[in-house]
């Protein structure tokens, strides 16, 4: 029966001596003719095929999922055995015993590269639903959109939603910034009637997965402050009216949600790499360093209302990772008798010692900071409220809005 087995699974998977081509099965893009209409083109460079990324991989954008294509396991060998023991063959052919070692071997390889196949990680953008929207006389369509990281399976997708006008500022704000990279790229435009059709809807919804796509794919623009903020913003500010009000609950859900967001966007490297800038030419805090403390922050004061400490003490941790000296900048602030720290490094301090006592964590290393600190002769007494700061914090975008679109009726 093994043999019968072996000879099967040979035939199916090596005929001929052929080996599988790592490109059979991968659906190509849709060409440009599809998004005629509201939709003419993303991009002149994407004229004819759509590709976005430069890794020769193409994927369509709601085709592509998980285990599709020849680097699946599921699909390239779960299909073959089930070949096999369909088989109606009555007549197995021997295998030797040499031969059989070699099958096995041949297999055992073939498996080996399907699991270690490097696999490029890049954010996808999917639309998961859309919906009309009639609020008074106004009629609009929200389109929820997915966003999670490819090559890898995402435990914590995040969503955002979004109206038509929204793309439409963001497009117009990188083009005020970003005239030269986006000079080749069109913008789905409005139709004088039938935007409330499926048909138009659908193809909006393709139009824009493929937007944000090809936005992401240039390193200018993926890293545009406007880019970003688009993202996680909004979400950032809601979650500050709902602490505002006392709803530490519904708040968590917006505050995990952006940071999801910058976590996938990048902003903690790109807080890093400020951070090092800074300390070389004295500049100022970025507005997605600023966004990206203040959310570990609001973390932290809501889990900690919800007496949920380990999490509190966990994002506090994160927080202070960021943002604390290391011994060496502490020393040459010393000799230079400069002392400049961040201005929530005492409190999330205090606020690390505390936390890690209640829930018995080793807080030593955090302590002796802190003692270091207040031997420097800082007053680590006379020190901002973490909640309070949260509270009135100004959440200002990288244009200097600090308008919030987040209505009243939201939040009651």
Not at 97 to 120: D, F, H
Not at 153 to 161: E, G, M, R, S
Not at 209 to 233: D, K, M, N
């Amino acid at each position: 029966m093994a043999s019968k087995l072996l000879d099967r699974l040979r035939r199916t998977l090596f005929k001929e001596g052929e080996i599988p081509s790592e490109t059979e099965g991968i659906d190509n893009f849709p060409e440009s003719s599809e998004l005629e209409d509201d939709t003419d083109c993303i991009s002149a460079r994407l004229g004819g095929t759509l590709c976005f990324e430069g890794d020769g991989t193409q994927e369509s954008g709601e085709d592509a999922g998980e285990g599709s294509g020849p680097e699946s396991d599921s699909d390239f060998l779960g299909e073959s055995m089930d070949n096999a023991c369909s088989s109606t063959d009555t007549s197995p052919v021997g295998l030797s015993p040499k031969g059989s070692s070699m099958l096995t071997r041949q297999l055992q390889e073939s498996w080996r590269s399907l699991k270690t196949r490097s696999v490029p990680e890049r954010l996808v953008f999917e639309v998961t639903d859309a919906s009309v929207v009639q609020e008074g006389s106004s009629k609009y369509v929200l389109y929820t959109i997915q966003v999670l990281q490819s090559g890898s399976f995402d435990k914590t997708p995040a969503l955002i939603t979004r109206r038509y006008s929204d793309f439409e500022r963001l497009h117009a704000r990188l083009r005020r910034r970003h005239g030269d990279e986006m000079e080749g790229l069109c913008f789905p435009r409005k139709k004088l009637r039938k935007n409330f059709a499926a048909e138009t809807i659908a193809k909006r919804s393709r139009a824009f997965e493929q937007y944000l796509s090809h936005l992401h794919s240039l390193a200018g623009l993926r890293r545009s402050p406007v880019f970003l903020e688009f993202f996680y913003l909004g979400d950032l500010r809601a979650g500050q009216m709902l602490m505002r009000v006392g709803r530490y609950q519904d708040a968590l859900g917006a505050l995990i949600n952006a940071l999801r967001l910058q976590e996938k966007l990048g902003c903690q490297q790109m807080l890093q790499q400020h951070q090092q800038q800074q300390q070389q030419q004295h500049q100022q805090n970025s507005p997605q360093g600023v966004h990206w403390l203040f959310n570990l922050c609001s973390l932290v004061s809501c889990f900690q209302d919800l007496e949920q400490l380990e999490e509190a003490q966990e994002h506090c941790d994160r927080a202070l990772r960021d943002i604390a000296p290391s011994q060496e900048a502490l020393q040459q602030q010393q000799q230079q008798q400069q002392l400049q720290f961040h201005p929530l490094l005492i409190p999330l301090l205090q606020y690390n010692v505390r936390l890690s006592w209640k829930i018995s964590k080793d807080k030593r290393q955090w302590e002796a900071l802190l003692q270091e600190i207040q031997d420097l002769g800082v007053d680590v007494g006379n020190q901002p409220n973490l909640k309070e700061y949260l509270i009135k914090e100004v959440l200002e975008d990288s244009e200097g809005d600090s308008k919030s679109k987040v209505k009243g009726d939201d939040i009651t």
